[in-house]
């Protein structure tokens, strides 16, 4: 299920701020498995890019299950 998903940040993280999109991915149930990566990729990314804003409104809505499993 976390190919889907990270396709969906693959394609949203373009237009959004990815340190709050990584992180929402990590909080999501199904990637627990890989929640420190995600999260180092986070630090990673905020390192990479320090004048951008982490806002959570550039968040994009996370499909929901049915569409990741779709």
């Known amino acids: 299920m976390l190919t889907p998903a990270l396709a969906w940040?693959?394609?949203?993280?373009?237009?959004?701020?990815?340190?709050?999109?990584?992180?929402?991915?990590?909080?999501?149930?199904?990637?627990?498995p890989h929640r420190a990566e995600l999260q180092a990729l986070a630090g990673q990314w905020a390192e990479a890019n320090p004048d951008t804003d982490a806002?959570?409104?550039?968040?994009?809505?996370?499909?929901?299950?049915?569409e990741l499993a779709g």
């Open 55 to 66: 806002d959570a409104d550039d968040i994009p809505a996370f499909p929901a299950d049915q």
């Open 9 to 32: 940040l693959d394609t949203h993280a373009q237009r959004s701020s990815a340190q709050p999109v990584l992180h929402a991915l990590a909080a999501y149930e199904p990637a627990a």
